[in-house]
Nanobody, 123 residues
Framework: QVQLVESGGGLVQAGGSLRLSCAAS????????MGWFRQAPGKERAFVAG????????YYTDSVKGRFTISRNVAKNPVYLQKNGLKPDDTAVYYC????????????????WGQGTQVTVSS
């Protein structure tokens, strides 16, 4: 079975940086896009960043453009989310996600979810 495992969450001060990693496993795991969603308390799960399987064509939600960078090590598998200039509004549970389509910006596009990792940004 496909398994996505996130790591790298934690507590960081505003303006700080954090890197999340997502390791994918499973011989049947074949996706065209990988990425990250997040869910803050009282809010719906929302798209953060995505990338195609080859590691190209990164795309982001407007609120994180210029601060977050998504990348994928195609040789070693992990998908990374480098988060710089963190803000308290970035506080959320971050979920790794994968889809069979090249576009993955809505929760219903997602075929595979990780368990989530908590990111808390203090002011």
């Amino acid at each position: 079975q496909v398994q996505l495992v996130e790591s790298g969450g934690g507590l960081v001060q505003a303006g700080g940086s954090l890197r999340l990693s997502c390791a994918a496993s499973g011989l049947t795991f074949r996706t065209q896009a990988m990425g990250w969603f997040r869910q803050a308390p009282g809010k719906e799960r929302a798209f953060v960043a995505g990338i195609v399987w080859s590691g190209g064509n990164p795309y982001y939600t407007d609120s994180v453009k210029g601060r977050f960078t998504i990348s994928r090590n195609v040789a070693k598998n992990p998908v990374y989310l480098q988060k710089n200039g963190l803000k308290p509004d970035d506080t959320a549970v971050y979920y790794c996600a994968g889809s069979s389509g090249r576009i993955m910006t809505m929760t219903w596009d997602v075929n595979y979810w990780g368990q989530g990792t908590q990111v808390t940004v203090s002011s």
